[in-house]
């Protein structure tokens, strides 16, 4: 059980000022696609999306127009502060290690990217670094902080309670909102608006290059990327991105060590295929339905290949048709939550994260944070998710053969509930990597992943590949199996998630 703090009020929020000049829909990349057979425009999708999350942020985007936060823009600064919500009655914000900042994106006209940083809650400067992303595209890495992995949950009254859980428990962990214009993030130039995974993985790579610079202590540590959803695009760009670094010697050397993509959408064209058949293994439809669906899939794997091969509005032509199969099926299931099919959506609303938008648009909790008071939290943009719509159907998995070849450590987890980004198409993208062990780990044996002595889930792994399946879970597996999620990173991290306990 998770331990409320009777202090851990936001009327007593206390900070220590600390600036170091140098210098990651709804977690779900997921549209509200109850769009049953109807064309909508992306802004409709994004819009759609938001409103399952019941999220509603004032502004479509964080576009500032201040001429005093637009000619401050220094690019390549790191401003960053320590913080803290525990008042006088925790550790001391020095001691607390969690840190709220900007960066200044140096390959854009005024862009700042705004990150949280907690510190290991063991204290020990020696665990991983890792950072986590969150997808939409277009939403805050605050959903998943406050919602899944970070170290506090949000109370009804908007005070924090610990989590149990977090996943600072077992490293040194960064929250970061992208692209630019999601959560805290802004620019004061529409140009900054990034459309794809280059703009992405560029940004980010920037980023972590500037953030070692002002964290020294934290170089030799391992580093690992982690997300979910539509971070299954960003996840293995920023990786690539990382690896070619290092090998080109460009700047500090990030010690890289591996990639975990929860529910992720990586490889759409197999992805899709794959509704049909989950739908009816889990008895949402016919074999009939399914039958009939299935007769979709050709146009919708042809459209996706014209879109690698072309790009451009081939890739919004791909992804009008490979929707229309999965709003076939959600026709037919009705209510159905397709992040989590246990359960049923209320009209468009799937879950309740309100309390998210409110909290961080307190001027108290803003000020804490460093955060400039006329910026609005955007818990999710459809200007981004709109902005990305090219990108939606881009093949991910082709850089991660050469980094498995590597050495560097691929997990796939994924819930078993989630329909969206279901473990049934991300378990198919993963047999297909072609990479030199494709064959040994499709004829892996599957294992049970224990935790405290209970089945959890069931893995397969080979060499540095590994592929999750997370029992009792949705699309959020961090939220809907927290002991087991935590356990998953550390086991993982550790290289010991094979063993059995």
Known sequence: MMTPLSTLTLSKVSLSLVFLFFVSL??????????????????????????SLNLFPKDPLNVVKTYDLAASFVPGNIVEKKFS????????VQDLGHHAGYYSLPHSKAARMFYF????????KDDPVVIWLTGGPGCGSELALFYENGPFHIANNLSLIWNDYGWDQASNILFVDQPTGTGFSYTSDDRDIRHDEAGVSNDLYDFLQEFFKAHPEFVKNDFYITGESYAGHYIPALASQVNKGNKQNEGIHINLKGFAIGNGLTNPAIQYSAYPDYALENGIITKSEHDEISKLIPGCVQAAKTCEAQGGRSCHTALDTCEVIFERILGIAGDINYYDIRKKCIGHLCYDFHNLETLLNLQKVKSALGVDAGIEF??????????MEQDWMQNLDVGIPALLEDGIK????AGEEDFICNWLGNSRWVQAIEWSGQKAFGTSPTVKFVVDGAEAGSLNSYGPLS??????????VPMDQPKAALQMLKSWMGGNLTITK
């Open 26 to 51: 709804s977690p779900s990349y997921a549209t509200s696609r109850l769009t049953h057979g109807h064309a909508y425009t992306p802004q409709s999708r994004a819009e759609k999306l938001i409103r």
């Open 85 to 92: 919500f525990l008042a006088d009655s925790g550790p001391s």
């Open 117 to 124: 940083f907690f510190e290991s809650r063991n204290n020990n």
């Open 378 to 387: 955007v818990s999710c943009s459809n200007t981004v998710y709109t902005a």
């Open 410 to 413: 691929l997990l796939v987890y």
């Open 467 to 476: 592929f999750l399946k997370v029992h009792g879970a949705g699309h959020m």
